[in-house]
Nanobody, 119 residues
Framework: VQLVESGGGSVQPGRSLNLSCTASGFTFYNSEMMWFRQAPGKERELVAQ????????RYAPSVRGRFTISRNNVKKMVYLQMNDLKFEDTAVYYC?????????????WGQGTQVTVSS
């Protein structure tokens, strides 16, 4: 199982970034996919979630209306389009999957990608 994030970087407030996560080694089409983030000194928090078919998405209140999660089940990729970035969006962003396997959930994590919003 492997989740590899890309697309992080350093941007000014109000700008955009698009994170990507490439998945392999598990049944991507049947997995919930999430983006989490962890800022220095804070707990990891759920940013966005997308269910297997892509029809249902959920967002943390702090990013709703600015971030968009999407997925491509053929390419086995999940994306996080981040617009109007704010200082408080600075964090390491992690891609995560959750798959039901034999009546239990298997959770996997990527290594993370740094997003820094600064002027």
């Amino acid at each position: 199982v492997q989740l590899v994030e890309s697309g992080g970087g350093s941007v000014q407030p109000g700008r955009s970034l698009n994170l990507s996560c490439t998945a392999s080694g598990f049944t991507f089409y049947n997995s919930e996919m999430m983006w989490f983030r962890q800022a220095p000194g804070k707990e990891r928090e759920l940013v966005a979630q997308i269910l297997p078919r892509g029809g249902i998405v959920r967002y943390a209140p702090s990013v709703r209306g600015r971030f968009t999660i999407s997925r491509n089940n053929v390419k086995k990729m999940v994306y996080l389009q981040m617009n109007d970035l704010k200082f408080e969006d600075t964090a390491v962003y992690y891609c995560s999957s959750r798959t039901l396997v034999d009546k239990s959930f298997q959770v996997n994590w990527g290594q993370g990608t740094q997003v820094t919003v600064s002027s």
